[in-house]
């Protein structure tokens, strides 16, 4: 379908005014290229299941069948599972969260959250303030209510809270409807807040009155480094975001909001209106797989596979890439972010990259705006170490011909 | 948190203005009170999952699990998993309608569905058609995207579409962004639309050039009379909502909407970024389920219990209520829908209702302009026979003062 061309389209006249800001994925149209064998796919961050036991997965859903299949095959509470939003509190404690399981709807994903809270808040027009680059699933959802998003850039302490805080003295009191950060190995430059930008950042929220969606999918993937208090522990005010899509499974589509009451009430509400209820299928099996099965040492053996990646990635980076690229070294998560010299576009590049057998995400998808071009993002979840330095290798030779351009250019002493 | 009381809420400026028409769920808000052991619950539209082999499912998940672990529990594609696109394709070719699996994409239930095409097509003060009363849970679709609904009222045959032919003209070419309907045993009236309806309907919307978008959850459980074609075999242009909620389980939360491609696009588009893609995991199961397990055996049964659940209530409504209370006698699906005399508010009384020992939805739940307040909603697909007929005895109860009061009046000569 991502493929099809319309020639003529008949209800053009009949669609949303939204339908013009809404964009298609990068990542998902992605996915045809990524999965052919001889791909090496840097693209998708896609956790590696393989090393889920699927055995246990299996028993998990044997298990919530025949103690509670008059629920799990039913429709459930718009809430979620209150076994599942238990366990949800449990492991917002063990990150420094303090809440109930009534301060939690479970919901698809994190990116039902992302589109459950943009519905909730954004009008046309409304400022959103993000980091530069974000997650492009956040600027997918919330393009959807056709806000005004304003990047804020980082640096290797992630967001840069100075120039926060001339944008919120810009827009005034109330000037944003929210702020999105995601503030552990972020997605996609790969960098972490520092503890003292948190407490900047949830100081200058109070002051400037702008709540702050703090969404968290690899905080738990740490490599290295000591832990980060989350920005929800620091102020109970946070609307917080989590998914078991990386510490389990993405396949079973289970996140959840954790907000303080009224909004989570507001979010309760569209969530009925966009699919009634979560399915209480996935919802127990979940249940029983945080409950029945040794899921710290899977979550280990995973954070240790990605540590290997990771190192392999960076490695591999220094050998085959030219000095005058810079990337970032994540302490956990999934991703590095490339940037290359200004004069580089990644978008045209990738049909090339692909025909040599790998593939990225393009660094404008990152941005709302068309910035990012000479940047891209590389995931390291997905590959093999092997994979991964063959991979770097490969996208090497792509960029080389330009690169030696580049520095004809330099060293003439020209600008480009 | 249905019942927690917001006395003050500091984010109150911030909401979008669409949350002042998101209005909650009836009859999520029974959910509650449904599920007390002493009340027999008419309320919530909920199946017979206990009839679902438990068993069956679960080797489901086994096999899903054992054979395709790296797809079911990894990210999907967001049109959904092929093979059960496929097997959406062959239930539609059984009620007549043909198409491909790439005219299909797999939503998180019809609801997903509803609100996918609300997000996709619906600004601000657009006009929906529907019939009068509907789905609820279709009007808090929509709603969350504003348009103006304009109920059409329904007879023995559904949908008046002389009626709805007036309604068109009044609006003129493309003065509708489409017609919202239920044909089989419609939610909440339970009448069907006749086959001489079915061809006007899509005559009248291919002339005034108003798309259709048919919802079809209860097609396949028809207890007497004839199969009707839906409108998607009568026009391929008509977009056709199909679940799996009532045919095996809405515990796994699958649906589909098959479309025309470009109408299709779109609604991919804005799946995308409501959650990236559905549950490979649910997915994988019911790709399982109806490929090895005797399905067409427990929908067989399922539909004979809810037959015998029908007469049942019928019967009890004959014997139990006055001769001044009108009802519909659906020929399959769940629902009765009961019309007091325009006296009596159904709403106040719920809570009466309760008291003693049974639940319905008030009727103007079923519209969005406080229509239907004389009206109810009584499900019979959820309580065994005898509960039926103890349910509707002290339904009878309930209004029996009221309607004492009402013959006096009557008897009297005085309009009430």
Known sequence: MGTARVVFDRWDWAYAERMASVRSSAVRDLFGAATRPDVISFAGGMPDVTKVPAEAVARAAREALRESAATALQYGSSEGRPGLRRIFVELMAESGIRAKPDDVVVTAGAQQALDLVGKAFLDPGDVVITEGPTYLGALQAFSAYRPRIVCIP???????????????????????????????FQNPAGVTLSPERRRRLVELARQYEVPIVEDDPYGRLRFEGGHCKPLKALDDDVIYLGTLSKIFAPGLRLGWVCAPRPILQKVLLVKQAADLCGSEFSQAVAERYFTGTRWRRVLKDLTQAYAERRDAMLAALAEHLPPEVRYTRPQGGFFVWVELPAFIDTKPLLAEAVERGVAYVPGDAFYPDGRGRNCMRLAFCFAEPEQIEEGVRRLAEVFEDRLELYRAFADAGLAV
């Open 154 to 184: 980082m640096d290797d302490d992630g967001m840069r809270v100075d120039l926060l805080e001339a944008e919120l003295e810009r827009l005034g009191l109330r000037g944003a409807k929210f702020i999105y950060t995601i503030p552990n």
